[in-house]
């Protein structure tokens, strides 16, 4: 499975952004997808995962109420929207997959190049 994340930029404090990552190879649709962070000087951190149907969800604290993960399977694509953004959400954006169905916040095997994103204040 290879893994594509775009979307990244520049964004005031209290703006929006949608993030997408793109994947390609088989039985994509039946994978859990994740998205992570990591700020400078930081470690990489767990943002939001989503089941392989798109049933299930699961958010960090610090996002939750503000960003939503979503996924279309016949488009072998997820996305992270990001709303009312705060400067302490600048990092790079990592989306990851791994072959089980469930929303984990780790354990995740294949990644995707990182996006990113800066928020201004």
């Known amino acids: 499975v290879q893994l594509q994340a775009s979307g990244g930029g520049l964004v005031q404090a209290g703006g929006s952004l949608r993030l997408s990552c793109a994947a390609s190879?088989?039985?994509?649709?039946?994978?859990?997808v994740g998205w992570f962070r990591q700020a400078p000087g930081k470690e990489r951190e767990f943002v939001a995962a989503?089941?392989?149907?798109?049933?299930?969800?699961r958010y960090s604290d610090s996002v939750k109420g503000r960003f939503t993960i979503s996924r279309d399977n016949a488009k072998s694509t997820t996305y992270l929207q990001m709303n009312s953004l705060k400067p302490e959400d600048t990092a790079v954006y990592y989306c990851?997959?791994?072959?089980?169905?469930?929303?984990?916040?780790?354990?995740?095997?294949?990644w995707g190049q990182g996006t990113l994103v800066t928020v201004s204040s």
């Open positions: 990851a997959t791994k072959q089980r169905v469930a929303a984990d916040a780790d354990g995740y095997d294949y």
């Open positions: 989503i089941s392989w149907m798109g049933f299930s969800t």
């Open positions: 190879g088989r039985a994509f649709s039946r994978f859990a």
